[in-house]
């Protein structure tokens, strides 16, 4: 019961991004065009998070809820930022930087539109839309260690052209923990206003910047984001480097556009200030059917 339950907080947290949508790099064409061109910003409310526990994994829909509830009152308490922020300004700055993008003031309310043309429609004074949205996020024991986590955030990224209402781009990213050597307890997310959860939730944000940032708008070295100084500190003091993934070990970026039913996955330790490396971070990008 309790692996069945640990295997779809995973899916969860993957396929709430990925969803439907066709996966569209952005072509050289569309790069072209969106050149010097105006960029609306949205916003959404962040989604539930799932605070998944042995105890509450027992107790099938009502424990969804007590996960969603007690994942909720950890955020709100501790003012865990939702990741899709970081994932926004950081690909947005990329776009100004890349191909001379205008960025629009982010919007001052969440907006509940998902839709391509909703979104046009609410940004008709803008030539495109960039529109960022977290899937899922949580943290789950593992199934053979009760008494460990792992952390897992998913996020979508759609850019929308204004006048015809069309999709130039659209990506999924799903990230997570589940490859770090030495899990953490829950005791440690919670501890110090939840301080390592939200280092390892922003460090899932910037590792899907970075693979977006490469496999959705073909951003060369010198206009890929550079990972925010939040994020220059030790997630998790302690840890040995040579418990970690070596980033050489992580497949290259692919030179050539995405197929359909292509996965592309990345392991990467996030280089920290004293020289060291974070716990390593697996993203994944799934390339799926209309």
């Given at each position: 019961?309790?692996?069945?339950?640990?295997?779809?907080?995973?899916?969860?947290?993957?396929?709430?991004?990925?969803g439907?949508?066709?996966?569209?790099?952005?072509?050289?064409?569309?790069?072209?065009?969106l050149?010097?061109k105006?960029?609306?910003?949205?916003?959404?409310?962040?989604?539930?998070?799932?605070?998944?526990?042995?105890g509450?994994?027992?107790?099938?829909?009502?424990?969804?809820?007590?996960?969603?509830?007690?994942?909720?009152?950890l955020?709100?308490?501790?003012?865990?930022a939702?990741?899709?922020?970081?994932?926004?300004?950081?690909?947005?700055?990329?776009?100004?930087?890349?191909?001379g993008?205008?960025?629009?003031?982010?919007?001052a309310?969440?907006?509940?539109?998902?839709?391509?043309?909703?979104?046009a429609?609410?940004?008709?004074?803008?030539?495109?839309?960039?529109?960022?949205?977290?899937?899922?996020?949580?943290?789950?024991?593992?199934?053979?260690?009760?008494?460990?986590?792992?952390?897992?955030?998913?996020?979508?990224?759609?850019?929308?052209?204004?006048?015809?209402?069309?999709?130039?781009?659209?990506?999924?990213?799903?990230?997570?923990?589940i490859?770090?050597?030495?899990?953490?307890?829950?005791?440690?997310?919670?501890?110090?206003?939840?301080?390592?959860?939200?280092?390892?939730?922003?460090?899932?944000?910037?590792?899907?910047?970075?693979?977006l940032?490469?496999?959705?708008?073909?951003?060369?070295?010198?206009?890929?984001?550079?990972?925010?100084?939040?994020?220059?500190?030790?997630?998790?003091?302690g840890?040995?480097?040579?418990?970690?993934?070596?980033?050489?070990?992580?497949?290259?970026?692919?030179?050539?556009?995405?197929?359909?039913?292509?996965?592309?996955?990345?392991?990467?330790?996030?280089?920290?200030?004293?020289?060291?490396?974070?716990?390593?971070?697996?993203?994944?990008?799934?390339?799926?059917?209309?």
């Open positions: 019961m309790h692996r069945m339950v640990w295997v779809g907080a995973l899916l969860l947290v993957v396929g709430q991004a990925a439907k949508e066709k996966m569209i790099p952005l072509s050289a064409q569309d790069a072209e065009a050149r010097g105006t960029v609306a910003l949205t916003q959404h409310e962040p989604p539930s998070f799932m605070a998944m526990t042995a509450k994994a027992s107790f099938a829909l009502f424990g969804a809820a007590a996960m969603a509830s007690a994942g909720n009152e955020v709100r308490q501790n003012g865990v939702d990741p899709a922020g970081l994932v926004r300004d950081q690909l947005g700055g990329a776009l100004g930087q890349a191909f993008a205008q960025l629009l003031p982010l919007d309310t969440p907006t509940k539109a998902v839709k391509p043309a909703e979104l429609r609410l940004h008709a004074d803008a030539d495109y839309v960039l529109d960022v949205r977290s899937g899922g996020w949580n943290y789950a024991y593992f199934a053979t260690q009760w008494g460990r986590y792992w952390v897992g955030y998913s996020v979508q990224v759609m850019l929308v052209e204004t006048a015809n209402k069309r999709v130039v781009s659209n990506l999924a990213c799903a990230a997570n923990t490859n770090d050597g030495e899990p953490p307890t829950r005791e440690a997310l919670h501890a110090d206003q939840a301080r390592l959860l939200k280092h390892v939730t922003a460090a899932l944000g910037a590792r899907c910047v970075q693979l940032g490469r496999e959705q708008f073909r951003l060369t070295a010198a206009h890929m984001p550079v990972l925010p100084p939040a994020l220059a500190n030790t997630l998790r003091p840890t040995a480097p040579a418990t970690l993934t070596a980033a050489t070990d992580a497949p290259a970026p692919s030179a050539e556009p995405l197929t359909v039913g292509e996965q592309l996955a990345v392991v990467t330790p996030v280089e920290v200030a004293d020289g060291g490396t974070s716990p390593p971070v697996q993203t994944v990008a799934v390339v799926e059917q209309a």
